[in-house]
């Protein structure tokens, strides 16, 4: 099986040594996403909602270089340091997978990296 690394110039740049994804067979494994802004590179102003729907758009330029979409999603699994914060990531998601959602963790962390509230990860198909 080949393995591909992906990468956009859409999405923020990976803040370590890791690819924003690898492409492995038919999947897409997408690494944690903390809510960036792309372009400066610094976390977003905002609540929760602001930061998931970041945090997606993001996702979804990633997918898009690899050739597939937000729609292809199979798992993704959420680390909040508040839970409390479920109800408005819930909100999101139904915008955003509004048919068919894909699999789903949500964990608790004392801490992300920058000090972000939600961090991402996501498995996709190409």
Do not use: H, W
């Not at 370590?16 to 792309?38: K, M, R, V």
């Not at 609540?47 to 996702?59: E, G, P």
Request: aromatic share 8%; glycine share 6%; proline share 7%.
């Amino acid at each position: 099986m080949e393995r591909k690394v992906i990468l956009s110039d859409r999405a923020p740049k990976p803040i370590g040594p890791y690819s924003q994804a690898i492409e492995a067979g038919n999947f897409i494994y997408c690494s944690g996403q903390i809510p960036l802004d792309p372009i400066s590179g610094q976390l977003v102003s905002g609540d929760i909602s602001v930061q998931t729907k970041r945090i997606l758009d993001n996702f979804e330029a990633v997918l898009n270089a690899a050739g597939s979409s937000l729609k292809q999603t199979v798992k993704v699994t959420v680390y909040f340091t508040q839970l409390g914060d479920f109800d408005s990531l819930n909100k999101v998601f139904a915008e955003r997978f509004p048919q068919e959602p894909p699999a789903r963790a949500v964990v608790q962390v004392s801490a992300l990296p920058k000090g972000a509230s939600v961090e991402m990860d996501l498995i996709a198909l190409k």
